[in-house]
């Protein structure tokens, strides 16, 4: 759905998270559960006056920090107010003001506390309440006063910009995004788990806020640095590994083999609440059990369980409790904090000040700070005794060294120092197993197709649930073309990609079988009159007309064939094959009664010539190769394909060249397929009858999400563009770490994946955080089809903010959901809006262009060979190739602006950043040590 948008509005809803604090305050104002006490020590002497207008300037600008709560007519609204900061010079001790409540109805959200003359440098307690604060608002929060400070000092006014849009904008957007489907979904698979998660020592106490103590802790530096190293080697992130730690311990001092640990996520789930000061944590339920027999199985178990947090993050926790009456769904949390520290050189960072209350019943916060890695153990001292923090910290940070280091050792032998309180084995509370639960029957054909397909790529899965993803359970976006291929063959039911792929889960398909209409099969189509190119083929017909452009929409292919593959068979086969396909066919012409180009398929086809080249030297040969691969096509008067046999001393070479007008890659491959199925006598399908156009295509989300971006790419050119882009290209190649793993974590393709550690690549040599690249979508729904399905989409990969690599990914993945939704928009429209005034000198929109494909080889014995000279069409095509062992990264790139040593530079800083994320997607992805 589209982000939040400006609507200038002072009153507003509350956010679905704002509701349960407001609750909570409205109940008991002067409780300090949700009070963010933010205490830090100033390098100097604080001016009291500039810091007081800094914080006023600060609370203009962020409007929830000016924000009271109000209930109208039986509506919980939130009101914006001028700002208003109260701040005062104190003397009494600073938890005594930590501690002081907050009326939200009657005064503002923040106020400032000073204590002077202290020895080395005044201190500073800011006191938010949590309703208006988050742990990532912190770097913009102090970001924004440090600048309106140093002005203020200076004499200036602050300018610290505008924001595209306010926290009240986002509670809108929340409410209105609340997914009814999903919520029951996941309340369903929840209250499968049993209820009552209790510790040993636990005592009886009634439900609502409680005192509470925190215990601090060091996690040695070699402990945290083989988290790592373990996470990298089994493709999981250091967030697993700590929750696999972490659940194992629960799972002893609870007695419990199945329970929900609550994982508080960041939740902010679009780029425009990237830099907005508010409260949009979530807390996540995650399902653990203690089956597994060793920790690299447990991480292997958790890691789905936890792409839930990414999954569910927009779900609203206490709307899940209303869900699920009676039970509680997070009594133990877990939050790893890596937010990146509020950079300034005023003060130093600040330490939030405990409240002596607890959210939880147990909570394990891990952080990174610049003084290493620190865990708080927070509980409720009404629940447990004070003595359960150090004994249960201890007991993580041995298990979790012990793990670490032992990964593959059976977890039975690993004794904890402590243990719990008490031993008593509890008795679980049994879970009512809800028929919301259960799959529909156009879902379990889903979940069958899923396991069918993913099982022919060699992944085999137990029987997925409702909300699995194809791409984490091992999918990829060529398999899932096959997916609906199947999906039309066993049930008739005609699913287009772009459908699918917007929500690749069990439930959507379903949903996709269930209302999908059957198509008619496939039949040959008929000589026809002219009829309407289609929007692709209009946009390659007028850059045929560049006449430096012309080679560029040129798809050829080499194939040496071993010595005794026969000629006349294969000539045979390849004329029957170019027969058979109307696209092939075609002849194009500019009707200028319509003014539009205008096609015709009743043309004779092309046939395959023959040249004996066994005595040519290697230099005659290879230009005659580069003369059938590049030689245009004259698109009104031929056959837009050619193919010939040339026979060297080690048998055939086939070369197959066609316009972009009418094949695309797949194209190519049904082609070589058919042609060895004619060879072998096989019967070929019949050929496959041109879908009509579709409805024009609705472009506003697509355009939206893309607006802003810059139009171009800063590349690292050697040399500057000419007038006219050229074309003459190069390649380099190199492996990459294989990011697929992580990437299911994130629901992403490998593709998506690699768009992210390319523009983090690229980022590094520039101070550009935000790209467009260009990619490719085939929106074929029939696998034997011949023709030019594939549109140009655009995907955003937005780097500001220092997000960390998992955020990269959901952004990019969020994207994608995007682009795939508006799949059917033609790509000259979206450059039509956002880049209207191009020019010849680059691609429209962004010389950088990604793609994704599977490792293929020709059928009878056939090689691929490399194409010299090579045409490409944007100044960078990177193309990563899945393969069994791995990934595979091949850059294209245009000789005339680029030196080889500068790619070979560009693809080494590329797999950097993959390395970087394989091994940690908690850290920031754009790293010092990527530059």
Same mark, same amino acid.
């Given at each position: 759905m589209?982000?939040p948008a ?6 507003a809803?509350?956010?679905?998270a704002q509701?349960?604090?407001?609750f ?8 300090p559960? *949700?009070?963010?006490p933010?205490?830090f #020590?100033?390098?100097?002497?604080v001016?009291?006056?500039a810091?007081h ?13 000016r924000?009271?709560?109000?209930d !109208?007519?039986?509506e ?9 900061v109260?701040?005062e010079?104190?003397t009494h +001790?600073?938890e005594?003001?930590?501690r002081r409540?907050?009326d939200?109805a009657?005064?503002p959200?923040?106020?400032c506390a000073?204590w002077k003359g202290?020895?080395g ?6 006191t ?7 742990g ?10 440090g600048?309106?400070y140093?002005?203020?000092?200076a004499?200036?006014r602050p ?7 306010q *926290?009240?904008d ?16 996941r309340?369903?698979?929840?209250a499968?788990?049993?209820a009552?998660?209790?510790l040993?020592?636990? !005592? ?9 103590d925190q215990h601090?802790f060091?996690?040695p530096?070699g402990t945290?640095a +083989?988290v790592?190293d373990?996470?990298g ?6 967030f697993?590994?700590?929750l696999?730690?972490w ?5 002893r001092w609870s007695a419990r083999e199945?329970?929900?640990?609550g994982a508080?996520t960041?939740n902010r789930t679009?780029?425009a609440v ?7 944590v979530n807390?996540v339920?995650?399902?653990c059990?203690t089956?597994p027999?060793?920790?690299a199985?447990r991480?292997a178990?958790?890691?789905r369980e936890?792409?839930g ?5 927009r779900i609203?926790?206490?709307q899940?409790v209303?869900?699920?009456p009676?039970?509680g769904l997070?009594e133990v949390?877990?939050a790893l904090?890596?937010?990146?520290a509020?950079?300034?050189?005023r003060?130093t960072?600040?330490?939030?000040? &405990?409240?002596g ?5 147990v ?10 890695v620190v865990?708080t ?5 009404q629940?447990?005794p004070r003595?359960?923090?150090p004994?249960?910290a201890?007991d993580?940070?041995a298990?979790?060294a ?6 593959? +050792?059976?977890?039975?032998g690993?004794?904890l120092?402590?243990g719990p309180?008490e031993?008593p084995? &509890? ?5 009512v197993?809800?028929?919301?639960g259960e799959?529909?029957e156009?879902? #379990?054909?889903a979940?069958?197709?899923f396991?069918?397909v ?5 992944v085999?899965?137990?029987e997925?649930a409702?909300?699995?993803n194809?791409?984490?359970l091992g999918?990829h976006?060529l398999?899932?073309v096959?997916?609906l ?5 066993e049930?008739?039911?005609a699913?287009r990609?772009?459908e699918?792929?917007a929500?690749?889960t069990?439930?959507r398909l ?5 209302s999908a209409?059957a ?5 040959a189509?008929?000589?026809d009159?002219p009829?309407?190119a289609t929007?692709t083929q209009?946009?390659f017909?007028?850059l045929? !007309?560049?006449?430096?452009l012309r080679?560029?929409?040129l798809?050829p292919t080499v194939v040496?064939f071993?010595?005794?593959t026969?000629?006349d ?5 390849v004329?029957?094959?170019l027969?058979?396909?109307?696209s092939?066919?075609?002849?194009f012409?500019?009707d200028?009664?319509q003014?539009r180009?205008v ?7 092309a046939r395959?010539?023959v040249?004996d080249?066994r ?5 005659k040969?290879?230009d005659h190769?580069?003369?059938l691969?590049?030689t245009?096509?004259?698109?009104a008067a031929d056959?837009?394909?050619?193919a010939?046999l040339?026979?060297?001393?080690t048998g055939v !070479?086939?070369v197959?060249?066609?316009h972009?007008m009418?094949?695309d ?17 096989e ?5 496959v009858?041109e879908?009509p &156009?579709?409805a ?6 697509l355009i939206a999400a893309l607006?802003?971006?810059?139009t171009?790419?800063r590349?690292p050119h ?8 050229s ?5 380099r190649?190199a492996?990459v ?5 992580v990437a299911?974590?994130?629901?992403c393709?490998?593709f998506?994946?690699t768009?992210a ?5 690229l980022a ?6 935000d790209f ?9 729904e ?5 023709g030019?399905?594939v549109?140009?989409l655009?995907l955003r990969a937005d780097l ?5 690599w998992r955020?990269v990914l959901?952004?990019?993945r969020?994207?994608?959901?995007v ?5 059917d928009?033609?790509?000259d429209e ?9 020019d010849?000198s680059r691609?429209a ?5 990604v ?5 293929w080889?020709p059928?009878l014995?056939g090689?691929?060979?490399p ?5 490409v069409?944007?100044e ?6 899945e393969t ?8 294209? *790139?245009?000789?005339d602006?680029?030196d080889?040593?500068t790619?070979e530079?560009?693809?080494a800083?590329?797999?950097k950043?993959?390395a ?6 908690d850290r ?5 040590t990527?530059r």
């Open positions: 589209n982000g400006r609507l200038h509005s002072t009153v809803p509350l956010s679905f509701e349960r604090l407001w909570v305050n409205t109940a008991a104002p002067e409780s559960v *949700y009070n963010v933010l205490f #020590r100033w390098r100097g002497e001016d009291v006056a810091l207008r800094a914080l006023l300037a600060v609370a203009r600008k962020h409007e929830v920090l924000t009271t709560y109000e !109208r007519d039986g919980r609204v939130q009101v914006v107010g001028e700002a208003r109260p701040v010079v104190i +001790a600073p005594t003001e930590a409540g907050f939200l009657a005064e959200p923040v106020r000073v202290l020895p440098g005044d201190a500073v307690l800011l938010i309440h949590h309703i208006a604060v988050d990532w608002s912190l770097p913009a929060l102090f970001g924004d006063l600048t309106a140093d002005a203020e000092l004499g200036r300018e610290l910009g505008e924001l595209p849009v *926290y009240a986002f509670a809108v957007w929340d409410r209105a995004g609340l997914d009814e489907a999903l919520l029951t979904r309340a369903a698979e929840l499968t788990v049993p009552g998660l209790r040993g020592g636990a !005592r009886p106490v009634q439900d609502g806020v409680h005192t509470g601090r060091a996690l530096a945290w +083989a790592g373990l996470a080697s089994l493709r999981a992130t250091p697993v590994v700590l696999a730690a659940a194992e311990v629960i799972g199945e329970f929900l640990i508080v960041a679009h780029p990237e830099d907005l000061v508010g409260f949009f807390t339920p995650l399902r059990t089956r027999p060793t920790f199985r991480c178990e958790l890691r936890a792409f947090s990414l999954t569910y993050q609203p926790f206490d899940l209303a869900r699920t009676g039970r997070a949390g877990f904090q890596n937010m990146p509020p950079d300034t050189t003060w960072a600040p330490d939030v000040l &405990p409240t209350t607890a959210k939880y019943d909570l394990l916060i891990v952080e990174e700070t610049a003084d290493g865990g153990l927070e509980h409720d001292t629940r447990y003595e359960l923090g004994r249960l201890e993580f940070v298990l979790l012990r793990a670490v280091a032992e990964p593959e +050792a059976p977890l039975a690993f004794a120092p402590h309180l031993t084995r &509890p008795s679980p509370v049994p879970a197993v809800q028929d919301g799959l529909s156009p879902e #379990r054909h979940a069958e197709l396991r069918a993913l099982a022919e790529a060699g085999e899965i137990a997925p409702r909300g699995a194809f791409f984490t999918g976006s398999l899932a096959g997916l291929a199947r999906a039309r063959r049930h008739g039911a699913v990609p772009s699918f792929l929500d690749p069990v439930a379903g949903e996709l079988l269930r209409t198509r008619p099969e496939p039949a189509a008929p000589v009159g009829r309407p929007s209009q946009r017909w007028f045929d !007309r560049i006449p430096e080679a560029a929409y798809v040496h071993p010595g005794e026969g000629v068979e294969l000539r045979g086969a004329d029957t094959v027969a058979r396909h109307p092939l066919r075609s002849r012409r500019l200028h009664g003014k180009v096609r015709t398929t009743s043309g004779p086809p395959a010539t040249t080249a005595g040519w030297d290697e230099g040969l290879a190769v580069a003369e691969c590049w245009p096509f004259d698109l056959a837009p394909v050619r010939e040339v026979l060297v001393a !070479r086939l197959l060249c066609a972009h009418v094949v890659g797949a194209s190519v491959r049904v082609l070589l397929e058919q042609v060895a199925a004619v060879v072998r006598g019967d070929l399908p019949e050929p009858a879908e &156009p579709g024009q295509a609705d472009s506003s989300d607006r802003g971006a810059p171009d790419v590349l050697d040399r500057p563009r000419a007038s006219v882009q074309i003459l290209g190069a390649t190649g492996d770490a294989d990011l697929r793993a299911k974590e994130s629901g393709s490998a998506a994946a768009a550690v390319l523009a983090v690549a590094g040599r520039s101070d550009q955080r467009l690249f260009a990619f490719p979508w085939s929106g074929r029939h696998p034997d089809a011949v030019m399905f549109n140009t655009v500001r903010g220092g997000p960390t955020e959901a952004r990019v969020d994207a994608a959901s682009a795939y939704r508006a799949a928009v033609p790509f979206v450059v039509a809006a956002l880049h209207p005034r191009r010849l691609p929109l962004t010389p950088v262009y793609a994704a494909e599977d490792e080889r059928p014995g090689v691929l060979l194409l010299d000279p090579l045409a069409k944007y960078l095509e990177l193309t990563v190739v069994a062992s791995g990934l595979r990264l091949s850059a294209a *790139y245009q000789a602006l680029f080889d040593s790619i530079d560009l693809l800083d590329v797999q950043a993959a970087a994320l394989v091994t940690n997607p920031p992805a754009c790293e010092e990527l």
